[in-house]
């Protein structure tokens, strides 16, 4: 458990990154529509950039940070590895994080449960690798 001392109003983007120093949560669009910012909130994909972190009092906030257990990555990041998935890379924690909640929802998901749930923008238009990605750790042929 973490505590920082913060407005309320003050967007959890910039708790993470300006005062806890995590600062592999990125900032992208500033309104919630490119989902660089993307942490977990009770396990559920959150656009951290327009969340005042009163809304997170006494919730459990995951980062790209806190995404791997232990030495070992987390078999999402593995998977991005061995498909090539980062380019410009800016995109890829707010990419990760939604793709980890997507699998703990649905361990096994469709081309079309992986469309409606990363709806992150990638400038590097790297969405036929991040599909890829995903059934490989999923465990799916693609």
């Not at 309104?31 to 660089?36: I, S, T």
């Not at 070992?72 to 590895?81: D, F, M």
């Not at 096994?108 to 790297?126: F, Q, V, Y």
């Amino acid at each position: 458990m973490v505590e920082a001392e913060a407005e309320p109003a003050m967007p959890l983007l910039w708790v993470l990154r300006d005062v806890l120093g995590l600062t592999g949560t990125k900032y992208g669009c500033g309104v919630a529509a490119c989902g660089a910012c993307t942490v977990r909130v009770d396990g559920q994909p959150v656009r951290s950039c327009v969340t005042p972190v009163s809304a997170v009092a006494g919730r459990k906030v995951v980062t790209i940070e806190g995404l791997r257990t232990g030495s070992a990555p987390h078999p999402l990041q593995a998977a991005w590895i061995a498909e090539q998935v980062p380019q410009c890379g800016y995109c890829q924690s707010g990419m990760l994080m939604a793709a980890a909640s997507l699998l703990e929802r649905k361990p096994k998901p469709t081309d079309a449960d992986i469309d409606e749930a990363i709806t992150n923008l990638c400038r590097c238009g790297t969405y036929q690798r991040v599909r890829a990605a995903i059934k490989r750790a999923a465990g799916i042929k693609a």
